[in-house]
């Protein structure tokens, strides 16, 4: 399973962060679920109006990001799934957006957390989807991956007393 030795992440002082999550539409059963675990690590976080912007598919997360991060949120969850099929088409996206997130990410200086699922098989997706009967929840994940990230920034951006 791919989630073993994942961190157990505990995070304070996060209320008043600008957090949006971008989903894209395809494997709308997979993103159903994506998105709801991140709503809901959101509203355990006392993040209780964040941003959700849906997008056609995974290939549209990263410039949504961009912009996003040009508009003052201090945090981006971005939500996809890309399964593979017979062609070269699945590595070319999984690449690209994988490439795009971290680009936004490391140009802009506001954390994406990457709840793209890149699987073989949709079961696999279902599997990592927060759904009843899933092992991971990788929407819950990227949330708090992304919003630990942005009080840790805060953290060092702030002068010390």
């Given at each position: ?73 201090d945090a981006i969850?971005?939500?996809?799934v890309v399964i ?11 690449e690209g957006v ?64």
């Amino acid at each position: 399973m791919s989630g073993k030795g994942a961190p157990e992440l505990s995070v304070k002082n996060c209320q008043d962060l600008r957090v949006a999550v971008i989903a894209a539409q395809w494997h709308e059963k997979v993103m159903d679920g994506l998105v709801d675990g991140a709503l809901r690590a959101l509203h355990e976080l006392g993040i209780d109006e964040p941003t959700l912007l849906r997008v056609p598919g995974s290939w549209e997360l990263p410039v949504v990001a961009k912009v996003l991060a040009g508009r003052g949120y201090d945090a981006i969850v971005a939500l996809g799934v890309v399964i593979r099929g017979g062609t070269p088409h699945f590595e070319y996206v999984c690449e690209g957006v994988t490439r795009g997130l971290a680009q936004v990410s490391v140009d802009t200086g506001v954390p994406v957390g990457f709840g793209l699922l890149t699987c073989d098989t949709e079961e696999q997706a279902v599997d990592r989807a927060g759904l009843e009967g899933s092992t991971e929840d990788k929407g819950h994940e990227a949330v708090y991956a992304a919003v630990s990230t942005a009080v840790t920034l805060r953290s060092v951006s702030e002068p010390w007393h």
